[in-house]
């Protein structure tokens, strides 16, 4: 499977996934939604997955992940909160999150 194919294929894998473990939630009041972007150049404007969490995902379904090229990408494209979503063949997903996002979602927000 070449990597464009391979990346449409996780980038909807992971929408859905974040659909079926977040469908008893809500967030903010409202049903938890996530679907693939729209790709055409990267950035805020395109994200992997839009949903109205308050995350960019970074998605990577790869055998091999290259976490701080993924890490810098999510943090070059992304906004406050950022995560790679990675999963490798027949894995789970995982999330990476720089530590100091991490640490603050940790902590009450007052």
């Excluded at 449409?8 to 894998?13: A, T």
């Excluded at 079926?20 to 939604?33: A, D, F, N, R, V």
């Excluded at 055998?63 to 943090?75: G, P, T, W």
């Excluded at 997903?93 to 991490?102: H, K, R």
């Amino acid at each position: 499977m070449n990597s464009c194919v391979k990346g449409k294929c996780g980038e909807r894998s992971f929408a859905h996934y974040v659909e079926q473990q977040l469908s008893s939630h809500t967030y903010k009041g409202e049903p938890i939604t996530c679907r693939r972007g729209q790709q055409h150049k990267g950035g805020e404007d395109s994200p992997d997955c839009v949903s109205n969490l308050p995350v960019h995902f970074e998605v990577k379904r790869t055998e091999r992940l290259r976490l701080y090229d993924a890490v810098e990408q999510a943090i070059r494209d992304g906004g406050d909160l950022v995560a790679v979503a990675h999963r490798a063949n027949r894995k789970q997903w995982v999330a990476v999150v720089p530590m100091d996002q991490f640490l603050l979602l940790l902590v009450d927000k007052e």
